[in-house]
């Protein structure tokens, strides 16, 4: 039986005609050259807005609006006038605390959350799941005046803290549905094991689930950082200036006269460059998470 299903293979590849063997090899090439052809493609296009923001950076004002060629005398005025007029460090420290407070905050709730309904399901547990992502459908504007209303009359207004709320709950939903899925493919004989050892639910988690499930953790946190980091409705309407992060740092450039270009790409590229740097550095991780539990 053994040298039969040996011998199948081989018997296929043999009726294959001699003569279609490079045919068959020249269409495979052609179709692998057209997959990375279209994966450049679209990469370029994706890039390329990122690629025309930093070049618009170093052009004067004059420039930006009246030569959108490639080849220009390249200068740093933009961004001095950018350094300038407002303080970057201090918005580059608020959209750091934000986002990894924010980010901090969620995986602390959603750990737990996600533990209990992977590991301990009920009735409700999908039913939980579907209402808590069916709250990212819900446009932000819809709940702005209750929450501007509670933040005024509870001192978070243009805080740190309020926008640490604000955004671990906006991100909750996502963070905890990630989570689950990791946890879910993760082999229940682990903790079982682990129970009849003596370890508690918590020894569990931190001994056990978290350090098995950390490639997972880190690209939910990484996703978490980079949403906060990008967020403006909030953060252009609950702060002012003690609390304004990056985001309302750039919406800042626009004025009743109209769009300064070259000051914009600047204050923006400088605003992008941190959590840009942030994901090269991490893109292994982020896609070691992303796909942990892929294949079993």
């Not at 007029?85 to 201090?90: D, E, L, M, N, V």
């Not at 978490?224 to 990056?246: D, H, K, M, Q, R």
């Not at 004025?255 to 740097?277: N, Y």
């Amino acid at each position: 039986m053994t040298t039969a299903r040996t011998k199948q293979p081989e018997a296929q590849s043999a009726a294959i005609p001699l003569a279609t063997r490079p045919s068959l090899l020249a269409s495979a090439g052609v179709k692998k050259l057209g997959l990375a052809v279209l994966g450049w493609t679209v990469a370029c296009v994706i890039f390329f807005p990122i690629f025309w923001m930093v070049l618009t950076g170093f052009k004067t004002e004059a420039a930006a609006i009246a030569d959108p060629s490639l080849i220009f005398s390249p200068t740093l005025e933009s961004y001095q006038a950018v350094h300038d007029r407002t303080g970057y460090a201090r918005f580059a420290i608020n959209s750091v605390v934000v986002a990894f407070g924010s980010t901090l905050l969620a995986l602390l709730i959603a750990i737990p959350s996600a533990y209990s309904m992977a590991f301990l399901p009920t009735r409700r547990t999908k039913g939980t799941l579907l209402w808590m992502l069916s709250t990212k459908m819900l446009p932000p504007v819809g709940v702005l005046v209750p929450i501007y209303l509670i933040f005024r009359d509870v001192g978070l207004l243009d805080t740190r803290t309020g926008l640490i709320i604000v955004y671990t709950l906006m991100n909750l939903p996502i963070v905890v549905w990630m989570l689950y899925t990791f946890f879910k493919d993760m082999p229940k004989d682990i903790l079982e094991a682990g129970r009849m050892d003596g370890a508690s639910t918590l020894q569990e988690v931190l001994f056990l689930l978290m350090p098995l499930t950390l490639p997972g953790i880190a690209s939910t946190g990484l996703l978490s950082v980079i949403l906060s980091w990008n967020e403006a409705f909030w953060s252009l309407n609950l702060t002012s200036s003690n609390a304004a992060p990056l985001t309302a740092y750039i919406a800042s450039f626009s004025s009743p006269e109209g769009l300064f270009w070259a000051k914009l790409s600047a204050a923006s590229t400088m605003a992008i460059a941190p959590i840009l740097v942030l994901g090269w550095m991490t893109q292994k991780q982020m896609v070691r998470g992303l796909t942990f539990g892929a294949v079993k």
